[in-house]
């Protein structure tokens, strides 16, 4: 019986891994170009900004649109001024009902684009932009405070007023806890209003958690004038 010896003289095949590193190489090799000419594709597409300028060439009315102060920012006028502000916080299970008293001091801000209200509570500052956004055709309110939440909470009103209502919705975020809340801003007449948070629980039901109302101040009576001097 013959035996063929480990060192045979043919050639040996290579293995079907030598195959595919070989493969792999190749493919790397030709795809450095291609993916270089994607990039260069890329970096030709026009930025955010030329966009927005090719939308403003073609319709110049946006353009204008841009440089005009939002009509509906005028259903807020009536919220100019000062106001005495009661803060209620609902009883939960863990905690009691409580309320706190502040003020809140209301004013047109930034070229009369941004009502701009900033509160004081003993111990606590916030301060909530109130705005239109006419490119979305939505209400924008963006609330920061100096307590725990921190960061601006932004929510927005794309269903617009209904009747002395305004509502808002978005995901906030209460101590690093999210929660998707319904806000809504209820005018009860130029002198009075409520902003009332609703957390959104499963199967859509809404529970108040905070409540806001606030009263316009009464502007500080004139002082007496001076007594006349007998003569």
């Not at 209620?88 to 706190?100: A, D, G, H, I, L």
């Not at 070229?111 to 939505?138: F, H, I």
């Amino acid at each position: 019986m013959i035996r063929m010896s480990r060192f045979s003289s043919s050639p040996s095949r290579p293995s079907p891994r030598f195959f595919g590193v070989l493969l792999a190489g190749l493919t790397a090799a030709f795809a450095v170009p291609s993916r270089a000419a994607d990039q260069d594709s890329i970096l030709q597409r026009p930025t955010v900004l030329e966009r927005v300028e090719e939308r403003f060439e073609k319709n110049p009315d946006l353009k204008e649109q841009r440089e005009s102060r939002p009509e509906a920012l005028d259903k807020l006028a009536w919220m100019e001024g000062k106001w005495d502000m009661t803060l209620t916080y609902f009883q939960t299970s863990k905690t009691p009902q409580r309320v706190e008293k502040g003020a809140r001091e209301t004013k047109w801000e930034l070229d009369r684009r941004w009502m701009v209200s900033r509160e004081t509570v003993p111990g606590k500052l916030a301060v909530e932009y109130l705005g239109y956004d006419p490119w979305r055709k939505n209400w924008v309110r963006q609330y920061v405070t100096s307590w725990g939440r921190g960061g601006m909470q932004i929510m927005f009103g794309q269903e617009g007023w209904r009747e002395n209502t305004l509502p808002f919705t978005g995901t906030v975020y209460f101590w690093g806890e999210p929660a998707e809340i319904s806000l809504r801003l209820v005018k009860m007449s130029d002198d009075a209003f409520m902003e009332i948070y609703e957390e959104k629980l499963p199967g859509g039901v809404l529970r108040p958690i905070i409540e806001l109302s606030f009263k316009r101040q009464k502007p500080a009576a004139a002082p007496a004038a001076p007594a006349a001097k007998k003569k």
